[in-house]
């Protein structure tokens, strides 16, 4: 293995990355105080806007990291919303049942994941698609449920309107920061570097050492943690459940739209598709089939033409990483500066 030249460092900050977030910590604390400034309508598109962040990020996680492309994630979606409304239903106050919902969806990720990962590429998707399918199946046998009639989160009218928007508001915030930081630290560990190894060559990583199956899990866990929070945060906002709407693959092709055009594997990409994808959702939302036919098309033309999504070609092209999860090889010619002393120092600093 060759090693950095001397007169080099390795860095995991620069200037511009140290600005980045230090401008999103603020930001998300004036977001806290959203709901005493903002009018309601605009608390309601940035609690939408908080849970897209969230599915894209997941679904980032999952496939831009660890490699494993699930069209199926609607199934944890769907399931943190029903067991909102059944722990609801069982007396839990609605708003930790958001939470509790999470957490039991983990729960039964886990031995979901003891057969799911034995499957590689195609056979992985598909087969997520069947666990969404049957979980689908399933809600529906609860009699609370049903069926596709549907029930709804009556625990929430105890709120008056303005406590409820507020409080979605700040769990939906909440949630997408924790999980947003959350990620940012694991990709920056060992678990990071593990994720990509397994990614570009899961034999290779295996054969250096790392626990191949104990990684993948863990960010399975994690992606539908964070979607089964999405799903219990959306029905905070809608109150009705619905199967067929909670269980529907339109959720996954969201996640797989966002995460695409913004930049797969790369970390502010999704953050970026989930803007785009809110932005889009608020203009051309209302013209029904042609916005749908106009997600496929463009998410199409990206997969063709720009494989790296917007934020992977910047990326590329410029050199940029604003929210950095890798290393940065900062070299200084010193020899060039004792010969050259009114050239600047640094050079541009380069990937590693």
Known sequence: ????????????????????????VVTQLVLVLGPLFLSPNLVERLTTLFIYGILALMWNALAGYAGLLSVGHQAFFGLGAYF???????????????????????????????????????EFAIG??????????????????????????IALQSYEVE????????????????????????LRGKMGTAAQAIRDNEEAASSVGIRVHQSKRLIFVLSAFGCAAAGALWLATSITFQPKTYFSVQWTAYMIFMVLVGGIGTYEGPILGAVLFFTLETLFGGTGVI???GLGATALLFALLLPRGIWGEIERRLGVQ??????????????????????PGPSPIVKH
């Open 84 to 122: 909102t409304v059944r722990l609801a239903d069982w007396g839990v106050s609605p708003y930790p049942a958001l939470l509790l919902a999470a957490v039991i969806v983990a729960a039964l990720s886990l031995p979901i994941s003891s057969f799911m990962l034995r499957l590689r590429g195609g």
């Open 163 to 186: 406590a409820r928007r507020a409080y979605t508001y700040w769990a939906a915030l909440a949630t997408m920061a924790t999980l947003a930081w959350l990620v940012f630290v694991m």
């Open 322 to 343: 604003l929210l950095p999860v890798g290393y940065w090889l900062d070299i200084r010619d010193r020899l060039h500066k004792e010969k050259s002393p009114t050239v």
């Open 128 to 153: 997520m698609w069947v666990v969404a399918a049957l979980a689908h199946l399933l809600v529906n046998l609860d009699n609370l449920v049903q069926g596709e009639t549907g029930t709804s989160l």
């Open 291 to 293: 916005y749908l036919i």
């Open 1 to 24: 293995m060759n090693s950095p030249p001397a007169n080099s460092r390795i860095k995991r900050w620069t200037t511009v990355s140290i600005l980045t977030v230090s401008l999103v």
